[in-house]
């Protein structure tokens, strides 16, 4: 039975609430019954746990698709790796699932409540993408329902093309209902972590530069309020996969039990006022100067996820909410286009406390993936007045170095910026139209930047 709810929805950055007409279906032919019979009376857009920070996810004043009924792991084998589950099956299932029989996402973002259908549609990466690429490099297929009703297997090698407008696609070709995902072996539930402190960004992009085949999972924290002369100053947070050796002998019996974390939540919001240029920079200095430096070895979780231990973190921001804002730009134009996006966040009077860098590696088949060669960095900002000037100031220096916005963070993107960042949009429509004739998928983020065109 198909659950159905009129429902205020926002993304995970608490931006503008939107009523929804929200339908949670259990079984996959209740999903082909929305998009066939109200197809007619209302577009859809399908919708994870809501981790994607803008309004990728929200259909303000139409349908929403909740897939977390689909939460059913079909099959796992270990020998393979190779897991089969439903869309609304979560990263945090599948950890749990696979971590005890020595196998893990082989590409992950920083929270796990994030379903694999929504990974799929944002084509995920991690901090291992210089490495391992993003995820549609290891899905081995999924199965797409077509507006049209039509059920089609997608997969590197079968129906490439759709396949290749879903991976980064943001929901807009179809409901992925099922994926089987090839999991990466480990040894044990840990990482061996090499911490150390950079002096300014050049530093910074040297030590990621240098040390990269060294290290499997790289991040590095930013001072982004950090005076001129450290401008860019780090702790980079670099790891490697942990063998039984590495553990501590307590430890090494059950090597790939997960410790329990414990989670605790924020009941409230805090008021917007909290979170300032002058809290915000004292964080920053302090976690600069008290973080440790050098080798740990630490919980897969703790390294992945750490804001996950805190539950409703995003509350931290007040009510007005916040902004990700993550961009990828070439090798050769990251250093001047970072600083120059550091320097303008320094003028501004929004600061961010948590301002991450990380190495990237080629980019997908996806025709809307975000990553590519070179650096991405990322910085959360709370809203304010002057925020939407302060963000389309930004995006014209990403533009201006060639690079580009990730769709899963975005919320006030220009639709001109955004054609200009995806040179591959139309190649995407044009599939978009063909599975879609009726114009019935579409979100709030897709009209804004005309993904899609009405039919």
Not at 318 to 344: T, W
Not at 409 to 436: C, G, N, S, V
């Amino acid at each position: 039975m198909i659950e159905r709810v009129e429902k205020r929805l926002t993304g995970w950055g608490n931006l503008s609430p939107a009523l929804c007409d929200v339908a949670t279906p259990h079984e996959e032919h209740e999903v082909q019954q929305l998009l066939l019979q109200d197809g007619e009376k209302t577009t859809w857009i399908a919708r994870g746990l809501g981790r994607s920070y803008g309004d990728s996810s929200i259909n303000r004043g139409a349908g929403v698709v909740e897939h977390t009924g689909l939460w059913r792991i079909r099959s796992f084998d270990p020998a393979s790796g190779i897991i089969d589950c439903q869309a609304g099956v979560s990263i945090a299932q599948i950890a749990a699932a696979a971590v005890p029989r020595g196998r893990f996402l082989p590409v992950t973002p920083g929270t796990q409540f994030v379903t694999i259908g929504g990974a799929i549609a944002a084509d995920v990466h991690g901090k291992n993408h210089h490495v391992d690429g993003s995820l549609a490099r290891h899905v081995v297929d999924f199965r797409l329902l077509t507006a049209t009703g039509e059920m089609l297997t997608c997969g590197p090698d079968q129906n490439q093309d759709v396949f290749w407008a879903t991976v980064g696609g943001m929901g807009l070709t179809g409901m992925i209902l099922s994926a089987r995902i090839r999991l990466a072996p480990i040894e044990t539930a840990f990482v061996v972590v090499d911490d150390e402190k950079t002096r300014d960004l050049d530093e910074t992009l040297s030590r990621l530069d240098e040390t990269a085949a060294d290290y499997k999972y790289s991040i590095a924290w930013i001072d982004c309020l950090a005076a001129a002369g450290r401008l860019g100053r780090s702790v980079l947070m670099q790891a490697n996969p942990a063998e039984v050796d590495h553990l501590p002998a307590v430890r090494r019996t059950s090597p790939l039990s997960m410790p329990r974390v414990r989670c605790q939540s924020l009941p409230f919001y805090l008021p917007s006022f909290t979170l300032n240029r002058f809290s915000v920079g004292a964080l920053n200095r302090a976690f600069y100067a008290l973080h440790p430096v050098g080798r740990r070895v630490v919980d897969l979780a703790r390294y992945f996820y750490p804001l996950d231990s805190l539950r409703h973190w995003n509350r931290m921001y007040g009510r007005r909410g916040f902004v990700q804002y993550q961009a990828v730009l070439p090798p050769e134009a990251s250093r001047r286009a970072m600083i120059q996006l550091l320097e303008h966040m320094r003028r501004s009077r929004i600061g961010s406390f948590f301002a991450g860098l990380k190495s990237s590696g080629p980019a997908s088949g996806g025709l809307l993936s975000f990553m590519r060669c070179g650096h991405t960095i990322a910085f959360d900002l709370p809203y304010r007045r002057h925020l939407p000037r302060l963000l389309h100031e930004l995006d014209q220096i990403v533009l201006s170095h060639g690079g580009r916005l990730y769709l899963a963070k975005d919320a006030m993107m220009r639709p001109e910026t955004f054609a200009a960042m995806y040179p591959r949009l139309e190649a995407f429509r044009r599939i978009q139209r063909h599975l879609d004739p009726r114009g019935i998928l579409s979100s709030s983020q897709a009209r804004r930047l005309r993904i899609v065109e009405p039919a």
